[in-house]
């Protein structure tokens, strides 16, 4: 997610950059001509997973998202490591392949990187990616009338936080796994091919958290449906133990006084909603007349695709 660093600089000095100075867009967009644009973004954290290879693909993926949310198809990345001198060399060798063999199965060329030492591993990518000019997707092309769409389930957080008490079923771990490491790639094709203009990916800041952003961009209301909102299968059991990451709390205190929540929405689906995400799916706004077609075409390339709300005219996000 791109942080734009506001006042440092003024976008009318840079008339290149597209995305990156004045929204919390997912990456940067920089012009390069009147056809093409450069996407360029970084994202790196520690391990959610016990598997090196596993931790190196979800990570590459999730380094990636930020290219394919923007409706941009990567094509370079570089490494970017923190690594403990203790860790053994067989299993910093199966992180950096499950992070290369991510990004050969997305097209994309890893050419070097860097490395530091630190207590904890860190590792994810800086990926670079081109766009057309006229059909990258942000977060402010929502319009009143359009149909949310979510391309993954939610859960993995809290699953996730299972694992690492020790806590979560064998099978629902490699059912997260298996969501971790699925690139966006297709369902960011889908929305370029259908001229969609709104898009983000759901990862730290939850499936709320980046909403929010959404709907502040672009000027609108969201309403989510909960009954509607799918979810890993083992998702709602941990969240009934209360095994949220911190990050779940952190996310309600930011993000819950611009919610509206219907009384009848209880305290562990609120908190399902502010669970964050690691290689989440993409939130599309979708207009409506483009719906069917789209969900038609998603099918047919074994694409998920869950509709879960509609933006409204107003501001701030409904859920009911």
Request: proline share 6%; with cysteine; hydrophobic share 45%.
């Amino acid at each position: 997610m791109l942080r734009p660093l506001k006042g440092l600089f003024k976008p009318a000095d840079y008339p290149d950059l597209l995305v990156g100075l004045d929204s919390p867009d997912d990456a940067a967009i920089w012009q390069l001509d009147d056809q093409r644009a450069l996407v360029a973004t970084l994202d790196f954290f520690t391990p959610v997973v016990d598997d090196p290879y596993a931790y190196g693909a979800i990570a590459a993926a999730n380094s990636l998202s930020d290219v394919y949310a923007m409706g941009g198809k990567p094509f370079l990345a570089l490494n970017v490591a923190a690594l403990p001198p203790s860790l053994p060399e067989e299993m910093l060798g199966e992180i950096l392949r499950g992070g290369a063999e991510k990004a050969f199965e997305a097209g994309v060329v890893i050419a070097g990187g860097h490395t530091v030492q630190d207590k904890e591993p860190k590792y994810g990518l800086v990926a670079l990616g081109f766009v057309d000019r006229q059909r990258y997707l942000t977060k402010g092309g929502v319009r009143a009338g359009d149909v949310l769409v979510l391309t993954k389930p939610l859960g993995f957080g809290v699953t996730t936080t299972a694992l690492k008490q020790e806590k979560a079923a064998p099978e629902d771990i490699q059912e997260v796994i298996g969501w971790m490491q699925r690139l966006n790639r297709d369902a960011s094709h889908l929305a370029v091919e259908f001229g969609l203009r709104a898009a983000t990916d759901i990862t730290g800041y939850s499936l709320l958290g980046h909403a929010c952003e959404m709907a502040a961009a672009s000027g609108v209301r969201l309403r989510f449906f909960t009954g509607k909102i799918p979810l890993v299968s083992g998702a709602l059991r941990y969240a009934e133990d209360w095994l949220f990451p911190g990050g779940a709390s952190d996310n309600r205190l930011f993000y819950e006084n611009f919610v509206s929540f219907s009384p009848s929405v209880d305290e562990i689906t609120r908190m399902l909603l502010f669970d964050p995400q690691t290689s989440g799916g993409l939130l599309l706004a979708v207009p409506s007349p483009l719906l069917e077609n789209l969900l038609s075409r998603a099918g047919e390339l074994n694409q998920p695709m869950w509709v879960v709300g509609e933006a409204l005219a107003g501001e701030g996000i409904e859920v009911v």
